[in-house]
């Protein structure tokens, strides 16, 4: 019988988590928000472990993600927003450059980084996601998160070496300079 590693809630709900939320579609982000929080303190976080960082809108999702990855705080950053199809084709760029980046800092640090942001066409769909008949996407990423932190620990060290071939793959995908580490700081401008 193979070997199943198992989540450890008890682990999980012990460690500090980060919330970034877009206010852009305010009313369908504070849904998520409200998702995503409760989720976390009904799985027995603590409040003062649970950390919301508003934003204006998805684009600005990964700088603040990179930021939180430096802090070295947190045990798993959940993302929140909503891009809504307009007229013009701005909706993929943003979703396109705002999955790339989230899914390139995740892999390179090893955090997970949950990725709670609708790409839909239309308000009523947001709303499905968001409460709605489609759950709530905020809730999900959370309990995504408490398993993800729940799980990484179980995993034995030679399972997380990167071989050869990984990197490669990765690499060819995101170039083969990595972010800075994330257990330092980032360089102050004007050497503060």
């Known amino acids: 019988m193979p070997k199943i590693y198992q989540s450890d809630p008890y682990f999980a709900k012990q460690k500090?988590?980060?919330i970034i939320v877009a206010r852009y579609n305010a009313t369908i982000t504070d849904k998520l928000l409200d998702g995503a929080v409760q989720t976390l303190l009904q799985a027995g976080v603590a409040d003062d472990c649970i950390d919301v960082f508003p934003v204006p809108g998805a684009w600005e999702i990964p700088v603040v993600v990179r930021h939180l990855i430096f802090s070295g705080r947190y045990s798993a950053v959940i993302c929140l927003g909503a891009v809504i199809r307009g007229e013009t084709t701005h909706d993929e760029h943003i979703n396109?450059?705002?999955s790339l980046s989230l899914g390139a800092l995740?892999?390179?640090?090893g955090l997970p980084i949950l990725f709670g942001v609708l790409t839909v066409q239309n308000l009523e769909q947001a709303l499905q996601r968001a409460g709605g008949t489609q759950g709530n996407?905020?809730?999900?990423c959370a309990a995504a998160a408490l398993e993800m932190v729940g799980?990484?620990?179980k995993i034995p060290t030679q399972l997380t070496t990167l071989g050869e071939n990984f990197?490669?793959?990765v690499n060819s995908l995101f170039g083969s300079t990595p972010?800075?580490?994330p257990f330092t700081k980032p360089p102050m401008p004007d050497g503060q």
């Open 16 to 18: 500090r988590y980060a």
């Open 96 to 98: 396109r450059q705002v």
């Open 106 to 109: 995740s892999l390179w640090t």
């Open 137 to 140: 996407k905020g809730a999900e």
């Open 151 to 153: 799980l990484l620990p």
């Open 167 to 169: 990197q490669s793959a």
């Open 179 to 181: 972010p800075p580490s």
